[in-house]
Each structure stands twice: as structure tokens, then as C-alpha cells.
């Protein structure tokens, strides 16, 4: 008998905030054939109190009987106002409460040995969507839908066992899902998580829920993945910096990674990453857009497809720094770059590009990495370095599109359209993407920048 391919699909925590929101997501579940695998978020905000309740917990256990209070108020007025029956009222939030308990025994064993070790962290933070999964499979339960909770460790979502920012072990978790997914049923599966080879519990990075339903696509060889948000997908430019952005239906995964990569919100970086090579298409589906499940915003998939502007989005993105490393001769002394960049990674600090030159080496990363990375390369004390230097006044605005480096004047007519409007460019590259060209501004001027670029390709 041949199995049917099961469809993963994710809803977000901007999905799930109220009990309209959970109405809708339990309308649209049902309207899915089976085999479903629907991977949740943590509820909006969840994760960063977790975090420091995590953080704070070793001196302060009265912490813990707070989130515990908060919570279930939370997760009870989402069912109180979803469930007319109070019998399956009380089984559903008996099914909550268990789970808070398993939080409630971790946090205090964190508080009794008094500090909070990276396995706990990782742990204690995976619980968002633990309790999101956990409500949102009970409340299909008391509806009659024929549902079942999976959890990463259960299903063996095996990571490569870097605690706070792991990668999932495709062929491990693909031998252990192969044929978990059969029946003929709903899955509900927390996302953000996975487990090591030893069975710790390893996050995915922060906004992971989206690479790990990309991870359970990819092993499960699922026909689609999509991706439910409260917006309608990609957009030629952030319509609160250009209110006339029109939606981007059709994307290429490198299209949409550039653009994840360099702001846009809609996806996490990493979540095409699973899924190259595949055929598993990416459709990002509006929760609250008319008839919704019938089509998506926004298709992403393997094919290159080249527009007539070329440019199909500006992604825009004022978290960056520059990092900038004088001296003369700097371009031809070897090992400089290495040790940098060494040095940087051993300190936990991602770095987004590298500009070299005879005299320079320019370096972008997060700007909340800034301070710290020049610390640490003062500190090397390189060769041939004279002076190391953080520009923290900085945005970046990525053009992207299918063959931008192929269409002559892309990055001469922004170029061109910026100095009409007195915005200066501080860094350019065109080269490092195939299908992107990125620029550096002040920060001060990245959305009149990002509005001047979209209405010179978009009029």
C-alpha cells in the first residue's frame, strides 16, 4: 500500500494569541487531508519570559509560582473561551496543568543548584511550544479530531548537539521519521527543538519553529510546507517604510533566503536551508486573509525565475555594525582575515559580510555584537592593524532578485537614485549573491533610502 505523503504545516505565535486565533487554526486543520503534521510556536513573548525566568530563577524562586499562575490563566482563558463543555474544559486544562509541572520541577532544580547551565536553558526555553502543542492537540481532542501530540524526542528530530543554536542531523532524523508520519491522522509537533544524539534537548535558534518544520518536511518527505502568518507574504519592501509595496507571489529559495537573511520577517533565515535540492514547496498562507488556505501569498520553490524589474524585494535591516580593521598593506599580509574571524567566532559573534581592501578590512555583523568585537580584536593585537574602529550608525537594504548580477546598471541606478536624494553610501557589494546586491546607509536615512529604491524599480 502506498503511503500518503503527509503536508507539515506551522502556525506562528502572532497566530495564536487569542481564542479567535485558535478557532481559526483548528478550522483550517480540519479542512487539510491527512496524514498532517502541524508544528506550533511558543504564544507571542512566551520565549523571552522564559528566559529570564530561567536566568533569574537560581535567587528568586518565588519566580516560578508566578510564571506558573500567569500561564495557566493564560492557556484557561484561551479554552474557556474556546470550549462550551466543562467536563472537556477540565481535561483539556488537566493536560496543561501536567505540563507546567514538568516545568515547574525543572525551574527548581535550577533555583537548588544555583545557576543555570546551558542544557537547562535550552531545556526550560523549549517549553513555549511544548505548552502550545499541548494545548492546541487537547483542544482538537475535545472537538473530535483525530490528533495526536509529537514531540522531537519522541519522533527522533536529531540535532548535531550545539546547545542555544543547533542544526538538525538529516540523516539521523530521517532513518527515525521514516514512516512515523502513516497514519491517517493529525500531528501536533512543538517546534524550535530537537535532541542530540544523547537526548538533550537543543534549541534551533531564536525564530527556529520555522527551520524545524522545514527539518520534519525535508525527513518526512512531506508534499508541501506551509506556513501560516497574519500577513500575506512577501512584499516588494516593508509596507511601513513604502506604503505602496505590492505582494511578491513567486520566489526562488535563494530569492527568499537573501531576503530573510537581510530583514524581512516573514521567514527565519535558516528555513529554506532543509529543503534545497528537494521539491517541497513553501507557501506562506495568510491566517486571517479571505478564503484562506485556498491560496497562498506567496510561493517559494527550486525554480529561477527572472522578472522584467529583475529586483522583486528590498529587505531592510538597522541591527547591523561596522566593524573596520586600517593599516597599510593590510589586503596582502596572510593570516590577518583567519585570526580575525577566528577570534570573533571562538567569542559567539556571527559575522554577516567581510569587504577586504589594500588597506582596509571591513567587517558587518549584528550591532549588538559591535562593542564586543572590538574588544576582542584590540585585544589580538593583529600585524599590520593600526587601528580598529565600530561604526554603530548603520542600516542595511538588500535589492533582490533572480539575475541581478546578469542585467547590467542594477547597482548604478541605485547608486544613482540615492545621491538624487542626498543619502550616501557607505559600503556596496554586488557579487557575493547571485541574486542580491546589498548596500550600507546611515541609519537615519534607510527608509527614505528603501522608498527611493522601490519607486525607482516599482513606478
Not at 513555549?128 to 499541548?134: I, Q, T
Not at 520566489?251 to 533565515?269: D, T
Request: aromatic fraction near 6%.
Amino acid at each position: 500500500m502506498t503511503i500518503q505523503k503527509p503536508i507539515v504545516v506551522k502556525f506562528g505565535g502572532s497566530d495564536m494569541k487569542t481564542s479567535r486565533d485558535m478557532r481559526l487554526i483548528a478550522d483550517i486543520i480540519k479542512r487539510y487531508p491527512t496524514p498532517l503534521i502541524v508544528v506550533v510556536s511558543a504564544l507571542y513573548g512566551l520565549t523571552d519570559r522564559l528566559a529570564e525566568v530561567a536566568r533569574s530563577v537560581k535567587d528568586d524562586a518565588a519566580l516560578i509560582d508566578g510564571l506558573r499562575r500567569f500561564l495557566l490563566s493564560t492557556k484557561r482563558e484561551i479554552a474557556e473561551n474556546f470550549l462550551d463543555d466543562p467536563e472537556k474544559l477540565a481535561q483539556v486544562m488537566a493536560g496543561v496543568s501536567s505540563r507546567l509541572k514538568e516545568l515547574e520541577r525543572y525551574l527548581k532544580g535550577i533555583h537548588f543548584l544555583g545557576q543555570t547551565p546551558e542544557f537547562a536553558e535550552d531545556l526550560i526555553l523549549s517549553y513555549g511550544e511544548r505548552l502550545s502543542s499541548r494545548l492546541l492537540s487537547s483542544l482538537l481532542k475535545a472537538e473530535g479530531v483525530d490528533c495526536e501530540e509529537a514531540l522531537p524526542e519522541d519522533i527522533g528530530l536529531i540535532t548535531d548537539g550545539e546547545f542555544g543554536n543547533a542544526g538538525i542531523d538529516y540523516g539521523a532524523s530521517r532513518r527515525r521519521l521514516k514512516g512515523r508520519f502513516g497514519a491517517r491522522k493529525v500531528y501536533i509537533v512543538p517546534g524550535f527543538y530537537g535532541v542530540s544524539p544523547d537526548g538533550k534537548v537543543n534549541l534551533l535558534g531564536r525564530g527556529g519553529s520555522d527551520y524545524s518544520a522545514a527539518a520534519i518536511a525535508r525527513c518526512a518527505g512531506a508534499a508541501s510546507l506551509d506556513i501560516w502568518k497574519d500577513v500575506d507574504g512577501f512584499m516588494s519592501s516593508d509596507p511601513k517604510a513604502v506604503p505602496d509595496a505590492v505582494p511578491v507571489r513567486r520566489l526562488s529559495r535563494r530569492e527568499a533566503s537573501e531576503l530573510a537573511y537581510f530583514g524581512a520577517k516573514i521567514l527565519h533565515s535558516r528555513t529554506m536551508e532543509p529543503l534545497a535540492g528537494t521539491d517541497i514547496a513553501i507557501r506562506i498562507m495568510n491566517l486571517h486573509g479571505q478564503g484562506a488556505g485556498r491560496r497562498p501569498g506567496s510561493l517559494i520553490d527550486d525554480r529561477r525565475r527572472v522578472s522584467r524589474n529583475v529586483i522583486k524585494s528590498i529587505a531592510s535591516t538597522d541591527r547591523i555594525g561596522i566593524l573596520r580593521l586600517d593599516g597599510p598593506g593590510l589586503g596582502a599580509r596572510s593570516g590577518v582575515m583567519a585570526r580575525a574571524t577566528a577570534a570573533l567566532d571562538a567569542a559567539g559573534i556571527n559575522i554577516l559580510s567581510v569587504i577586504t581592501a589594500q588597506t582596509a578590512i571591513t567587517i558587518l555583523l549584528s550591532g549588538s555584537d559591535l562593542e564586543k568585537a572590538v574588544r576582542v580584536l584590540k585585544r589580538l593585537a593583529l600585524p599590520a592593524v593600526e587601528s580598529v574602529k565600530g561604526d554603530g550608525d548603520a542600516a542595511l537594504l538588500a535589492a533582490v532578485g533572480e539575475g541581478i548580477r546578469e542585467r547590467c546598471g542594477i547597482l548604478a541606478r541605485i547608486a544613482g537614485v540615492l545621491a538624487g536624494k542626498g543619502i550616501n553610501i557607505k559600503l556596496s557589494a554586488s557579487g557575493p549573491s547571485e541574486a542580491a546586491v546589498y548596500l550600507v546607509v546611515r541609519r537615519r536615512d534607510r527608509r527614505r533610502a528603501q522608498s527611493a529604491i522601490h519607486h525607482e524599480f516599482f513606478r
